[in-house]
């Protein structure tokens, strides 16, 4: 692991299950960490990447692709790397679990539905996929049934609602078990009730 990515909780050679945690725009690793007290994850090797001047990509998750390129790209390479390092030490993809807020979260999401596969679970705290469209054909695999926790506020500044919706049927539609509460005008944070229903939904697996 290179120095950009904060690790916690059990040792990776140790651990049995990972939690990749990506922070969102403007924040860091260390601040995604802090989330994980608040999880069921005590048996877990905890895993937050920290993006270049601390945003994965520049512009809006809603621009065109290439807007927010190489940011973009290069991002979802480092989350890859990332998944590759847990692999290498003896982690299976079903005991891998993604975590994101905001900007996190979109990545979480564009990550795991780009290379689907049954994983642990996918928590997204706020976000969608990410293009100014949901360009269908970027998509590939299937998610066997992987459960997936998406929770946001209507209206969010940031994530319309929409994109919300399209995200879920097309993961639903490539085999995800999407769990996806809209909260009224809780604003653009993460709720007790979205950590009650990670736990419940994502972290309670034995």
């Given at each position: 692991m290179n120095t950009d990515i904060l690790t916690d909780g059990i040792p990776l050679n140790e651990a049995k299950k990972a939690l990749i945690l990506i922070h969102g725009r403007?924040?860091?690793?260390?601040?995604?960490?802090?989330?994980?007290?608040?999880l069921k994850v005590d048996d877990f090797a905890l895993v937050a990447p920290q993006a270049e001047n601390r945003t994965w990509y520049p512009y809006s998750f809603l621009a065109p692709l290439n807007e927010n390129e190489?940011?973009?790209?290069?991002?979802l390479e480092a989350i890859h790397k990332v998944v590759v390092a847990i692999q290498q030490n003896g982690?299976?993809?079903?005991?891998?679990?993604?975590?994101?807020?905001?900007q996190g979260a979109c990545l979480a999401l564009e990550f795991t539905t780009r290379n689907a596969a049954k994983y642990g679970g996918v928590v997204a705290f706020t976000g969608g996929l990410i293009g100014d469209q949901v360009y269908e054909n970027h998509y590939s695999g299937n998610f066997?049934?992987?459960?997936?926790?998406?929770?946001t506020s209507d209206p969010d500044f940031h994530v319309p609602v929409e994109r919300v919706n399209e995200t879920e049927a097309?993961?639903?539609?490539?085999?995800?078990?999407?769990?996806k509460k809209i909260y009224p005008?809780?604003?653009?944070?993460?709720?007790?009730?979205?950590?009650?229903?990670?736990?419940?939904?994502?972290?309670?697996?034995?």
């Amino acid at each position: 692991m290179n120095t950009d990515i904060l690790t916690d909780g059990i040792p990776l050679n140790e651990a049995k299950k990972a939690l990749i945690l990506i922070h969102g725009r403007g924040a860091s690793a260390h601040d995604i960490l802090s989330i994980a007290k608040h999880l069921k994850v005590d048996d877990f090797a905890l895993v937050a990447p920290q993006a270049e001047n601390r945003t994965w990509y520049p512009y809006s998750f809603l621009a065109p692709l290439n807007e927010n390129e190489p940011s973009f790209s290069n991002s979802l390479e480092a989350i890859h790397k990332v998944v590759v390092a847990i692999q290498q030490n003896g982690i299976e993809k079903e005991n891998i679990y993604f975590l994101g807020f905001s900007q996190g979260a979109c990545l979480a999401l564009e990550f795991t539905t780009r290379n689907a596969a049954k994983y642990g679970g996918v928590v997204a705290f706020t976000g969608g996929l990410i293009g100014d469209q949901v360009y269908e054909n970027h998509y590939s695999g299937n998610f066997e049934n992987t459960p997936v926790f998406i929770g946001t506020s209507d209206p969010d500044f940031h994530v319309p609602v929409e994109r919300v919706n399209e995200t879920e049927a097309l993961m639903e539609k490539m085999g995800a078990d999407v769990t996806k509460k809209i909260y009224p005008n809780m604003g653009h944070t993460i709720s007790q009730d979205e950590i009650n229903c990670a736990n419940a939904l994502i972290f309670n697996k034995k």
